[in-house]
């Protein structure tokens, strides 16, 4: 299995930021993952919302990001 560690570092380090967003029992993804997501499309120059949302939308199911999320583990 592959490591990713510089990624899960990353991701690990977005985990210390408060989130303050309202109804967090509706939220489904944690901000972590989230601000993960859209700084990555931002590095693949998807810098309008819809761009950045269409670009998570595509990789929702991306084998990588499942590995750095641990998401196999979870389901």
Do not use: C, H
């Not at 990713?4 to 939220?27: F, H, Q």
């Not at 499309?41 to 929702?60: D, H």
Request: aromatic share 14%; charged share 30%; hydrophobic share 45%.
């Amino acid at each position: 299995m592959k490591q990713y560690t510089k990624a899960k570092a990353l991701l690990e380090s977005l985990k210390t930021i408060p989130d303050y967003r309202v109804d967090i029992g509706k939220i489904q993804y944690p901000l972590a993952e989230v601000l993960f997501m859209v700084i990555f499309a931002l590095l693949k120059g998807n810098t309008k919302f819809k761009e950045i949302f269409g670009w998570m939308v595509y990789n929702k199911e991306n084998p990588i990001l499942k590995d750095i999320f641990e998401k196999d583990k979870i389901e």
